[in-house]
């Protein structure tokens, strides 16, 4: 591995039962920081960038090699703290406190914007962590799979009788989340057109079998996708271009999708959007020179995009935002306000799982082998055999899922099924079942660890979107139930100033200490979610925690 900057890096995390490091805490840590730079799974390692525009796992390499020298020697009672990226402190703690704790691109409220936070990032002071990249838990593009399939199918059976066969359904961006939509779709038995401007996503999602076919030419990506559509075959088509200059070609053509979001990285006016008119390698150089003029010709082609959205809206395409924030950048930088006509997917289709403190709990098997994998989803599927959407998305990510770096799984469990896994997952490792531990964490999508208003908390009940306290209590009763690392950040998913949202991940090592901080950390998690719906007056977290002795207070 070389290790100088501007070198190709080629991270790879240890497999195996060798320890590096003096505990499995630690050990976890660091298998986790390496595989979110894995090749296989970041979108940019030689960057530390590991996907959603400029999340990035260290602040600079110099960084990242004396975070992995400090894990190594850490003590089993001793904590490290990372500050955006930058191992900057250890301090004695005791056994089954966290082994790291990290806080990412925070600034105080009235300085909590995109220009102060580039002002800082380029003085070397901070990093954008987005959501799993600074928090090591990123597992690649499976990572979010799993939520956007229940996504399109809540969709499909709000609007479509309960499957997209015959639909057609439109979006944009192929990077690292948004690379799980074309199989989400086809998974639901869509047909598909993903628009992408950078040639390389596309290949690497059709490498990968996320995607089935890469199209350049618009009118046969057309021509394919309403034959698939007619005949009601599931087909995924990566079309090469802009979507700002793609989508209102369709829109004259009237070529009208029956379902139409996106996902390109708009939350990012500099990183993340790439204007009409502009190859990527045009865009690296023009924000390089010039990035304001570069921001504003981002911003004037999102304007014509969410336009053009708004016009499918009214022709009859079920039109939500995928999480990206585009809608509160043309309201905020162009008074576009009319862009939230068109609903953020949380309210629109995920809420009610929140509400069951619902979430995208994901594993990953330290031992490298795929078969520890396999056998976690048995303990699943035994477990839980009567739900039966679970079961049908295990088989399908077993057949159409490759892994990319550790194998890994993903999938949505509901308070009292999370610590219930936890607790089998431990005795898989204690029996001896698996060939080594593992490491169990959550995204930062989740029900009770998020303040995001234009996502996550977009039209709460109560109108507390905007409350901040709810993700930092989430963090500190992580920390407080012994989870190994956790994690605090700020404007993941929708950008600087729009979000403060909480991370965990906890290790099962087989021993009976890990059955105890197991059982907390996966109860209280997403306990918390269920205290932040409930009291938020949502009937069904109410219900929850009255059916599940969650001990709210205040909550009749
Ligand atoms: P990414 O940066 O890896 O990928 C974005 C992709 O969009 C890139 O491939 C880029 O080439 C493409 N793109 C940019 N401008 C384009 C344009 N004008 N036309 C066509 N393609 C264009 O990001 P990601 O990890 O895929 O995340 C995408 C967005 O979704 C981010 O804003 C992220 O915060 C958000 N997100 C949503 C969820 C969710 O569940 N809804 C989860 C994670 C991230």
Not at 53 to 81: C, F, M, P, Q
Request: hydrophobic share 40%; charged share 25%; glycine share 10%.
């Amino acid at each position: 591995m070389s290790t100088e900057k501007g070198v190709v890096q080629n991270i790879k995390a240890p497999t195996g039962t060798d320890l590096q490091c003096k505990g499995w805490h630690q050990e976890a840590a660091l298998r986790m920081l390496m595989n979110n730079l894995d090749p296989e799974v970041a979108e940019k390692p030689d960057e530390l960038i590991v996907y959603g525009g400029g999340g990035k796992a260290a602040r600079n390499w110099e960084s990242y090699h004396k975070i992995v020298e400090t894990l190594k020697r850490l003590e089993n009672d001793e904590t490290l703290l990372v500050q955006s990226g930058k191992p900057v402190g250890v301090f004695r703690t005791y056994e089954e406190a966290p082994r790291v704790l990290i806080a990412n691109a925070h600034l105080v409220p009235k300085w909590a914007n995109w220009d102060e936070f580039r002002r800082l990032d380029k003085m070397g002071l901070t990093m954008y962590g987005q959501m799993t990249a600074g928090s090591w838990i990123y597992i690649g593009t499976q990572g979010i799979l799993q939520g956007t399939y229940e996504t399109f199918a809540e969709c499909a059976r709000q609007k479509f009788e309960g499957t997209l066969q015959g639909q057609l359904v439109v979006t944009a961006g192929l990077g690292g989340m948004g690379g799980a939509q074309p199989l989400a779709a086809t998974m639901n038995g869509a047909s598909f057109i993903g628009i992408e401007v950078d040639e390389g996503r596309i290949d690497r999602r059709v490498e990968t079998g996320y995607c089935d076919i890469k199209c350049t030419n618009l009118d046969e990506a057309i021509e394919k996708a309403l034959d698939a559509k007619e005949k009601g075959e599931a087909l995924s088509i990566g079309l090469l271009g802009n979507v700002a200059e793609v989508l209102p070609k369709m829109l004259e053509k009237d070529v009208i999708p029956d379902v139409l979001t996106d996902q390109t990285s708009a939350h990012d006016l500099q990183l993340g959007y790439i204007p009409a008119g502009m190859s990527v390698e045009e865009a690296a150089e023009e924000r390089e020179l010039n990035p304001e003029m570069y921001q504003d010709a981002a911003l004037d082609s999102m304007v014509t995009h969410v336009e053009t959205m708004l016009k499918m809206q009214e022709k009859g395409a079920v039109t939500f935002d995928y999480g990206n924030n585009i809608r509160g950048q043309v309201a905020d930088h162009r008074g576009m306000e009319e862009a939230f006509n068109f609903p953020g997917f949380v309210p629109a289709f995920v809420r009610p799982l929140f509400c069951k403190g619902s979430g995208p709990f994901r594993w990953a098997a330290l031992s490298g082998n795929p078969n520890d994998i396999y056998k976690t989803d048995q303990a699943v599927l035994d477990t839980f055999p009567e739900k039966e959407s679970l079961n049908r998305w295990i088989r399908k990510a077993q057949d159409q899922v490759q892994f990319q770096g550790l194998p890994s799984r993903i999938c949505w469990l509901e308070y009292g099924e999370r610590a219930e896994m936890g607790a089998k997952f431990n005795w898989l490792v204690k029996k001896g079942k698996v060939d080594a531990p593992l490491v169990i964490g959550r995204d930062h999508l989740d029900t009770g660890s998020v303040a995001s208003p234009n996502r996550e908390t977009e039209d709460m009940k109560d109108g507390s979107d905007a409350i901040a306290d709810w993700p930092l209590l989430n963090a500190m009763l992580n920390t407080a139930s012994g989870a190994s690392w956790v994690s605090l950040h700020h404007g993941g998913g929708v950008g600087i100033g729009y979000s403060i949202h909480a991370g965990m991940v906890c290790v099962a090592d087989g021993t009976e200490m890990a059955d105890e901080r197991l059982e907390r950390v996966l109860t209280n998690d997403p306990g918390s979610g269920v205290m932040r719906h409930a009291d938020a007056g949502y009937d069904e977290a109410v219900r929850t925690a009255k059916e599940r002795g969650v001990d709210l207070p205040m909550v009749e």
